[in-house]
């Protein structure tokens, strides 16, 4: 497929646990971006790559969230240590070079139980 | 902190109806976008508009950029079913990050 792909599409995990999220971003696109939205809300920045490197990780709420590009494509998010309040849909977009439309991906659903 | 406020968050017409979503913000961004999201999708752009007092359409879709380039509004003439969603605007911080407003979800009844 041409667009943004994550899996799993839903992770159900305890309080306390890692998990990662993975993204395949549009073949291509250098710009990453991580996006977070809760039940009833709009999507909240967390993180944007611009080829391997992170350009801005000014919205990642705490260093339990870390995110990784290592090649310039696929990146993973990480979240450690779960709490029931990371519980929502973690949103992948890319972009051809960090400008014009951010395509974005279906989302992965995070249930922290 | 750039925060963007949509109003109304919930809208529920009947079909044929006209309707107007306002998002509204106190900064200044440098582009507005506007998005549409369906049930278990990510959102997907419709319009950007980028110089103050811009309007632009999309069929029966009409969105403008206010004049300061803080605020934006989305008109819909004679609503459909097909309309029914959740319609998001966002601000872009330069060319980096979207700052999204919370979302208007608009159902159209037959």
């Known amino acids: 497929g041409a667009g943004v792909s994550q899996t799993p599409s839903n992770k159900v995990t305890e309080k306390g646990k890692y998990v990662e999220l993975r993204c395949d971003p549009i073949s291509g696109h250098t710009a990453l971006y991580w996006y977070r939205q809760s039940l009833g809300q709009g999507p909240e920045f967390l993180i944007y790559f611009q080829g391997t490197g992170a350009a801005d990780d000014s919205g990642l709420p705490n260093d339990r969230f870390f995110a990784v590009r290592p090649e310039g494509s696929v990146s993973t998010l990480k979240i450690q240590r779960t709490e029931r309040g990371d519980s929502a849909v973690y949103l992948c977009?890319?972009?051809?070079?960090?400008?014009?439309?951010?395509?974005f991906g279906p989302g992965t659903r995070l249930t922290v139980t | 902190t750039q925060l963007l406020e949509q109003s109304p968050q919930f809208l529920s017409i009947q079909e044929g109806e006209n309707l107007t979503v306002y998002c509204n913000s106190s900064s200044v961004f440098s582009s507005l976008q506007w998005y549409r999201q369906e049930p278990g999708e990510g959102p997907v752009l419709l319009v950007t508009v980028v110089t103050g007092g811009e309007v632009k359409k999309l069929k029966r879709l009409t969105f403008q950029f206010g004049d300061a380039r803080k605020d934006s509004s989305l008109h819909i003439t004679a609503a459909q079913t097909g309309d029914t969603g959740l319609y998001l605007c966002a601000g872009a911080i330069g060319a980096q990050k979207l700052v999204f407003g919370q979302g208007t979800r608009l159902t159209i009844n037959p």
């Open positions: 977009a890319s972009s051809l070079q960090g400008r014009g439309e951010q395509y």
